[in-house]
């Protein structure tokens, strides 16, 4: 029914006694209507309801009710409506119960049956429930829904804000207003007016009556005159605001005399309806007479004496909630004494379950079923609720309940975690993790162990199935393949492979594992029965794959335009080729799989037996002299490139290396203004950003000292640059599987693989109540501290009792362990759910905040932000002019670290994207008069990027813009300047308005060209007038043609038509053809209007490239070395001399790379701010000797010092 937790009835119900719509911002949810947080045991227990909300008193609106009655039952057309009030607050609660029933849902939840109390599960509406202008103040309204099924129940909670804001009872109570008042009184009224002020309590009162005249209309009780002395100084004039909301009027009128007098008139509220009914004038004067008597009410008696109706106090309503919502007699557990339930709270575990702390044993194990019904994603948890709540209570028969689930392979977060890290993933990341990755994972660790770690791996991994309830991911951990589908899963496969693609596989299993043989077989077996394939059979049978294959492997690389076989190709590379080619030609994705699995069987084999294949090895380069390259270590091309990009700021690169000088201290003190981004430091995020630059050091460090041409960025380093949140990079923290035990003096002990935390030994759950044996069931259950584990830490991990002792002693140094194929595979794939494609702009976006959170400020710049290195070297001073459209001009500055264009689905040059950007443009409005705006460059930073915004969305998808920007080794910006020293501000301005005027010609035409180019049939306006004369002229033949003649002709015949259709048609064609010279004729000419400005020359640096759809593909970056004069692709490991400049200035024909971003530095500063080589390589040199002679007699089994 549902993937989203519910709730209990009572505690739903206690959630809105103490939900309180005006604080909802500050508290962070909807305690209404969001499951509250998960325990986390090790942290501080912490309030779930912030102690300035309004623990909600309500009182009875009898008159808009339609009340439950004591001891009778609904029926399928019962609906209970509960109007109500808080005493407190003054909010209203319309609370609606709909009993009516659907088909099968007709039997609702009742006492002493299966579902003893409705389960609600909230259902979320499309439209906002908040006011745009952060208004708190505003009706809210929320459904939920009985998750029993047969239960029809519906419930419908609106609140609504008083009707009198604290504004206005300040002014119709305040002693100031009312002085005033009877002064104005005095003025008006003279002689006639009150020689008194009006009490506080009197303009409550006075419009109590009011109110209540209007509901009960008597002839002569309809008008007021302004001058009525009561009237007159009790509310005056400053109270029309207030008198009108409640639908008031007032008006004119000529008494006898001829004199004009101000007469207020009583609202006409409609007669009684149906509290069924909507809401009318009627319901908001009821509304405001409770509030008023509440009010009223609240005045000490010595203050309201005298009032003109006596006043009742209002009737509590929680018993007709309870009673409408089917709670008022749930199954209680007995409590030693009673507790203020809306100020003293459950323990979070009950929470947890929906449920409320004194709920009965049974009624307990009813919520957690429940809940795990209708969220089985968070079983785990719901599971360490009933552990946890089952131990504190010290119930029997919770602990049964709890061993059967156990034993039916239910698990907690404990568990679960310990499952993860068994086969080498952290549960953090869970939710990232397709069931195709996890099994992946675990196919790599079953290589690299015994027997009974393995039979031990499959069982971590069914409680990982078990709480994911992944029946794939089950079926691995029983090692069975039974389906066509567990067939194609087991080799990696897709229904749509050919046959040769399913050989192919079963051969790369089999050669990466020789053991998966019978498996393997197995699933070309059913495969091939599945298909009726007699290939598959024969090659089972033979290794052959008989008859003749859809292509040969030639074929294939001229499907891929692929002109040089022998050239090594980048898989990745290839692979962005085949989705984008299926992607354009979605019909032939099985011809265009098949050329993909021949070329990269035919790579593999080319690198494997290269010496006698007379395969030419990729070119190699000094290590001295030339830049490492970095391995992608899971979806990071991204990353790669920009660190490569950073190493090469040689400030940035010099100030990382010696970050231990810069680096921040951590204190109230000094971090007390520190602001990056316009938002405060915190302690957290400044230390993770300081763990982040001591990362990139060590990796800035190997870049130049590696005596290898790669190095690999750690896991750790990448998970800090993606990761958005800080729970994202706590990922980080943890270390990457080792095959070895750990190390002694720097020397690897070898042995058994020890299982992970968690696994060894026999441990205590983590408790949340008292596990006292003299404490009673009944205190602990809320009040009671938390208890740690007794073999953990504080921070979770296993003390120094629960985990094994390395030996005291080295054993003989054995040989230093090769890398499993367990341990790559982690390295490589750990970070792959927190990548998800991000972009360049997004890291680096990420890395500037990061370092400049981590390092000293050198001052402070405009609204606080620090003033650093970052700043300095990549952040530009740009104004934003607005012209209103009556001509007034306005300006606004900000720091930008980018500037983002659009390619605008043409090719040009990247000079007209930047003018789309700074030129004046209209501003979006509904107003026939558009404001405009125009940006300047106050002051330019010595290093500029500029991103380029590929994706658009167009048609109902997300597409890629492949249009080429045509780049130019030195880039002036003087026309973006304010002002430069050869043209002052009114120079260039001049010129840029001229500028403005050519691109306005430039949207008109374009408007034209896409009036001519695009049509609701996908072509153009000339190829469907051209079209539509074929189809006339075939018509023509057809009717020549035909022996018989037709009574009437299906078609008329215009004579001359196809003709004229066709000159029409060519017509069209070279007026679309003009429009595109003259839109590059304009573009040329706005190019020349600043040809001689070139005070601000900046030199291309960098570029970022991008191969690939806009669903994925794959990055690098080409880099200029400005002391060597050459570029340089930076494409992950592989760094490459650029031979052919067009590679970087020009466009390829098909499927052509395109660049995301672009970095241009200042030209006379260029050697000083870049450096794209520093290497000094160190060799590592590895001695091998025996042990020392102490350590002679030492017995050693296993690396372990055995006992005597």
Request: aromatic share 8%; net charge negative.
């Amino acid at each position: 029914m549902s993937s989203k937790p519910g709730k209990t009835a009572p505690r739903l119900l206690q959630d809105l006694v103490t939900y309180d719509p005006r604080y909802e911002e500050r508290a962070g949810r909807n305690l209404l209507t969001t499951a509250p947080p998960h325990l986390d045991p090790s942290a501080e227990p912490s309030r779930q309801v912030p102690i300035r909300n309004c623990r909600h008193i309500f009182m009875a609106k009898d008159e808009q009710s339609v009340r439950p009655k004591a001891g009778e039952d609904p029926s399928h057309d019962t609906v209970y409506k509960i109007a109500a009030v808080c005493s407190k607050c003054r909010w209203h609660l319309d609370l609606l119960v709909d009993f009516r029933d659907y088909n099968s849902e007709n039997k609702p939840c009742r006492t002493n049956t299966d579902y003893p109390v409705h389960h609600f599960i909230y259902q979320e509406d499309n439209y906002p429930q908040r006011d745009p202008f952060g208004n708190q103040n505003v009706p809210r309204s929320y459904r939920f829904l009985c998750s029993a099924p047969s239960c029809p129940v519906e419930l419908k909670i609106r609140l609504l804000p008083p009707r009198f804001s604290e504004q206005d009872i300040t002014i119709l109570t305040n002693k100031m207003h009312l002085r005033r008042r009877l002064e104005t009184a005095r003025q008006l009224g003279g002689d006639r007016a009150d020689a008194h002020m009006a009490r506080p309590v009197d303009a409550l009162d006075f419009l109590n009556t009011y109110l209540t005249d209007a509901l009960n209309p008597q002839k002569g009780k309809s008008r007021i005159p302004l001058l009525n002395r009561k009237f007159l100084k009790t509310f005056g004039k400053d109270c029309d605001k207030i008198l009108r909301s409640l639908g008031f009027t007032n008006a004119q009128e000529t008494e006898e005399d001829g004199t004009q007098v101000e007469v207020w008139y009583l609202p006409k509220p409609p007669p009684p309806s149906h509290p069924l009914s909507y809401d009318t004038e009627r319901t908001v004067i009821e509304d405001a007479r409770h509030e008023l008597n509440i009010l009223i009410l609240g005045f000490p008696e010595s203050e309201r004496s005298g009032v003109r109706h006596p006043m009742i106090p209002p009737q509590p309503s929680a018993h007709d909630i309870e009673r409408a919502l089917g709670c008022l007699d749930y199954d209680r557990k007995s409590r030693p004494a009673a507790r203020h339930l809306s100020y003293e709270e459950d323990h979070p575990y009950y929470a947890g379950l929906g449920a409320l702390g004194d709920f009965s044993d049974p009624l307990l194990l009813f919520a957690f079923a429940r809940q795990m019904q209708v969220d089985l994603k968070n079983s785990p948890y719901y599971f360490e609720c009933l552990q946890e709540i089952a131990k504190g209570r010290k119930s029997s028969l919770l602990e049964e309940n709890v061993a059967i689930l156990a034993s039916q392979g239910q698990c907690n977060r404990k568990e679960l975690a310990a499952a993860y890290r068994f086969i080498g993933m952290e549960m953090e990341h869970a939710q990232h993790l397709s069931d195709d990755f996890i099994i992946s994972q675990f196919r790599a660790r079953l290589q690299d162990i015994g027997p009974s770690q393995a039979e031990e791996s499959r069982v971590q991994l069914r409680i990982i199935g078990q709480a994911r309830q992944s029946e794939q991911i089950k079926r691995e951990a029983s090692d069975a393949i039974e389906t066509y589908d567990q067939a194609l899963s087991w080799l990696d496969l897709e229904a749509a492979h050919s046959d040769e693609f399913v050989a192919i596989m079963f051969t790369i299993k089999v050669n990466e594992k020789a053991s998966s043989k019978a498996i393997a077989t197995r699933a070309v077996q059913i495969i091939a029965e599945y298909r009726n394939s007699q290939r598959l059979r024969d090659f089972l049978e033979n290794g052959i794959m008989q008859g003749n294959a859809e292509m040969d492997v030639a074929e294939a690389y001229a499907l891929f335009d692929i002109n040089n076989r022998a050239e090594a190709l980048d898989l990745e590379v290839l692979q962005a080729h085949k989705d984008a080619y299926i992607q354009g030609n979605p019909a032939s994705k099985t011809k265009y799989e098949q050329a993909y699995a021949l070329i990269y069987t035919d790579q593999k084999e080319c690198h494997k037996v290269q010496n006698q294949s007379g395969y030419v090895p990729r070119k190699q380069y000094p290590l001295d002299s030339w830049p490492v390259g970095c391995q992608n270590i899971g979806n990071t091309c991204y990353l790669n490139s920009v660190l490569q990009f950073l190493f090469t700021i040689k400030p940035l690169r010099d100030m990382v290396l010696n970050c231990n000088e810069h680096l921040e201290e951590i204190s109230p003190e000094a971090l007390a203004t520190k602001r990056v981004g316009r938002m405060p430091v915190t302690p957290e995020k400044a230390e993770k950003a300081q763990q982040f630059v001591q990362e990139l050091k060590k990796l800035f460090q190997h870049m130049i000292n590696a005596p290898t041409t790669t190095v690999r960025p750690e896991t750790k380093l990448a998970a800090l640059a993606l990761a958005k949140t800080d729970a994202l990079v706590e990922v980080a923290d943890q270390p990457a599987p080792d095959p070895s035990l750990g190390q002694i003096e720097g020397k690897p002990i070898m042995g058994p693989m020890p299982k992970p935390d968690g696994l060894t030994g026999s441990t205590q759950a983590d408790s949340v109540m008292d596990d006292d044996n003299d404490s009673t069931a009944a205190e602990m259950d809320i009040e009671e501290d938390y208890t740690k584990d007794l073999n953990t830490t504080t921070d979770g991990r296993p003390d120094a009792v629960s985990m094994p002792q390395p030996p005291s002693r080295p054993p003989p140094v054995p040989p230093r362990p090769q890398a499993t194929a367990e341990a790559n595979s982690t390295l490589k794939k750990t970070i792959e759910g927190l990548a998800e494609q991000q972009d360049a702009a997004e890291i680096l976006n990420n890395i500037f905040d990061l370092l400049s959170c981590a390092i000293e400020g050198n001052g402070t710049l405009r609204d606080g932000e620090q003033d650093d290195l970052i700043k300095q070297l990549f952040f530009s001073d740009v104004t934003t002019v607005r012209i209103t459209p009556d001509g007034k001009t306005s300006s606004n500055s900000a720091l930008q670290d980018n500037y983002m264009i659009s390619p605008g689905h043409r090719n040009r040059p990247l000079y007209a994207a930047l003018d789309d950007e700074f030129s004046l443009t209209e501003l979006e409005s509904d107003k026939a008069a558009k404001a405009s705006k125009f940006e300047l460059i106050d002051h330019a930073s010595p290093i500029q990027i500029i991103n380029v915004r590929r994706l658009v969305y167009e048609g109902g998808r997300t597409i890629k813009d492949e249009s080429h920007l045509g780049l130019d080794s030195t880039l002036y910006l003087d026309r973006y300047f304010r002002g430069t020293r050869s043209h002052p501000e009114e120079e260039l301005q001049a010129l840029r308005e001229k500028q403005w005027n050519l691109q306005q010609r430039l949207k008109t035409l374009e408007c034209d060209k896409k009036r001519l180019t695009e049509t609701a049939h996908k072509i153009s306006l000339s190829e469907a007038v051209e079209e539509t004369s074929h189809l006339l002229e075939n018509h023509a033949r057809a009717d020549e043609a035909n022996l018989i003649d037709l009574d009437e002709d299906t078609v008329p015949v215009y004579p001359g038509l196809v003709t004229q259709l066709r000159d029409r048609a060519g017509e069209l064609q070279n007026k679309s053809r003009s429009i595109v010279e003259e839109l590059k004729s304009i573009d040329e000419e706005i190019n020349s209007i600043f040809m001689d400005c070139k005070d601000q020359p900046y030199r291309l640096h960098s570029i970022f490239m991008h191969r690939g759809t806009a669903a994925g593909g794959h990055y690098w970056i080409f880099i200029h070395d400005f002391q060597k004069g050459i570029w340089r692709k930076y494409n992950d490991e592989y760094v490459d001399e650029v031979e052919s400049i067009s590679d970087i200035f020009e466009q390829e024909a098909r499927n052509p790379a395109t660049s995301t971003g672009i970095v241009y530095v200042q030209a006379n500063r260029a050697d000083e701010l870049t450096e794209a080589v520093r290497r000094d390589p160190q060799r590592v040199d590895i001695v091998m000797k025996d042990a020392e002679e102490q350590y002679e007699d030492i017995q050693i089994i296993n690396g372990v010092e055995q006992s005597p």
